[in-house]
């Protein structure tokens, strides 16, 4: 398997857009699995994943996930 899969997403990419898709119990629990399960630290991730949401093969491999977290962060932005 190659990195670059035909969607044009890295592994990693699905990766985190997995990870989205993942209820968490409590806090914490999500910081802990981006650390363990991606190697990442929750800055980094986060960073990667905000550039997701304005990838449109992020939306073509993920839209209802890539969808929900472009609102979350739309209702954010308009709070400020």
Do not use: C, F
């Amino acid at each position: 398997m190659t990195d670059q899969e035909p969607d044009g997403l890295s592994e990693r990419d699905r990766a985190v857009l997995a990870l989205e898709r993942r209820p968490w119990p409590g806090p914490g629990a999500k910081e802990r699995a981006i650390r363990e399960e991606l190697g990442m630290v929750p800055v980094r991730y986060y960073q990667v994943l905000n550039a997701l949401l304005d990838d449109t093969r992020a939306l073509a491999h993920d839209p209802i996930t890539v969808n929900r977290l472009r609102r979350v962060r739309e209702s954010r932005r308009d709070e400020r």
